[in-house]
């Protein structure tokens, strides 16, 4: 767990709003490592998605994703459970009100993992919790980079790898719709400079309500 000095929740005096950050990068950006190691930060929670594409490896349903059929997922639209859901590379991905809702209500920072679909989505929500809550920051790497990485991956052919980066190209071509942008470097850099960034948010004076203590 990471260190309550930087959390105003900390303080019994202060109650914080949680924050919900969104977090884009093109594949191979490192934006999923990068989410999974801000969970060591206190009170911070990495939503678990919703995807009909079947898992892969060790990969267990509830841990590392909620893996449904494209009825359940369709289902779940028409009962309006998503807070937002996309269609990436043929299967559908998507975030369930009650993995975000309920946490930043309690002042637990909520951190998500999503293509250029989903930011979208929640940058043009209109619900005010939402929206009092939501950042968003695009880890930029330089093509050449991205090209190495996924070719380092070796687990895509020519022709789907080629794609990638074609989409690459155009998810990296909306960075400047995020709030921030963080130069890929190396891991422990980029975990410094989003860490960085969560902290100066939680003592964001607007996400914080003071006790009668601090004004009489």
């Known amino acids: ?78 009962q309006g459970e998503f807070l937002e859901h996309a269609n990436v590379f043929g299967r559908r991905y998507g975030t369930l009100k009650s993995e975000v809702i309920p946490n930043i209500e309690t002042g637990r920072d909520v951190v998500m993992d999503l293509d250029i679909q989903g930011a979208a989505q929640i940058r043009a929500c209109e619900d005010p919790a939402i929206r009092a809550s939501h950042i968003d920051a695009f880890i930029l790497v330089p093509m050449a980079e991205l090209r190495r990485r996924l070719a380092e991956r070796a687990t895509e052919s020519p022709e789907q790898l080629a794609k990638r980066l074609s989409e690459a190209q155009i998810e990296t071509a909306a960075w400047n719709l995020y709030q921030y942008a963080i130069t890929s470097t190396d891991r422990e850099s980029d975990r410094a400079a989003m860490r960085a960034i969560i902290t100066a948010e939680r003592h964001r004076a607007s996400r914080l309500t003071l006790n009668d203590g601090y004004l009489k």
């Open 1 to 78: 767990m990471g260190s309550s000095a930087a959390n105003p929740t900390s303080n019994d005096a202060v109650q914080r709003r949680g924050i919900l950050c969104v977090v884009s990068g093109a594949s191979g950006s490192g934006k999923t490592t990068l989410c999974h190691a801000l969970r060591d930060l206190e009170d911070c929670y990495y939503t678990v998605s919703c995807t009909t594409r079947a898992p892969r490896g060790d990969e267990v349903n509830g841990v590392h994703y909620h893996f449904l059929s494209d009825e359940e997922f369709v289902q779940k639209i028409e």
